[in-house]
């Protein structure tokens, strides 16, 4: 009888297992587009910084930079992303490099955050989310409806990059799901061995 019962848990167990195995192969990982795959120039996009001003990412060139897109100030797992960045931003900062936040949420917004983080991040607006949707990082129908009237229907996967002096992107990854984001601690490994 103890070995039935024992053979019914292991059974049990390994159902639950392949279930899980299942469904976050259903969930899907998000592959990195291939115009961002590490070992490719960064491709050319134009955004508008936190003042309007236009910007254009061939002017990286000449610094490294980690660019991280995120959703919006809504997005309660951008937001410990962003301040999970403050405590490492004077070390990439030091090791040279630009952090460069892309967004999709209006001018007005992004000026607040830059505000209320206190940090020397620079902020890029994705207008119309025509970068992500030039680099495959467009999110249907992502923004909760609570903020659909600020922010639109649409979103982009929040994705990470970080990009050499010469424009090549030495790292890449784009979130699996919506919480997950990459250590920051990464960003200053991949940095250092530039």
Not at 101 to 115: D, G, S, W
Not at 148 to 163: C, I, K, M
Request: charged fraction near 20%; hydrophobic fraction near 45%; glycine fraction near 6%.
């Amino acid at each position: 009888m103890n070995v039935t019962l024992a053979a019914v848990i292991i059974i049990a167990v390994l159902a639950v297992v392949a279930a899980l195995l299942v469904v976050r192969k259903k969930m899907g990982g998000r592959p990195v587009p291939a115009t961002l795959r590490p070992g490719q120039p960064l491709p050319r996009f134009a955004a508008v910084d936190e003042h309007g001003n236009a910007l254009d990412s061939s002017s990286l060139e000449g610094a490294p930079a980690v660019i991280l897109f995120v959703r919006g100030s809504w997005c309660p797992f951008c937001s410990r992303q962003v301040r999970n960045l403050t405590a490492h931003y004077k070390k990439i900062n030091e090791l040279g490099a630009r952090l460069i936040l892309v967004t999709p949420k209006p001018l007005e917004t992004t000026r607040r955050v830059a505000e209320f983080f206190d940090v020397d991040f620079e902020f890029w607006l994705d207008q119309d989310l025509a970068i992500a949707k030039q680099l495959g990082l467009t999110l249907p129908r992502g923004v909760p409806s609570d903020y659909r009237g600020e922010y639109g229907d649409d979103t982009l996967w929040p994705t990470s990059l970080v990009v050499g002096a010469d424009g090549v992107i030495r790292a890449a990854s784009v979130s699996k799901l919506i919480a997950d984001r990459p250590n920051p601690q990464r960003f200053v490994r991949v940095l250092r061995s530039l």
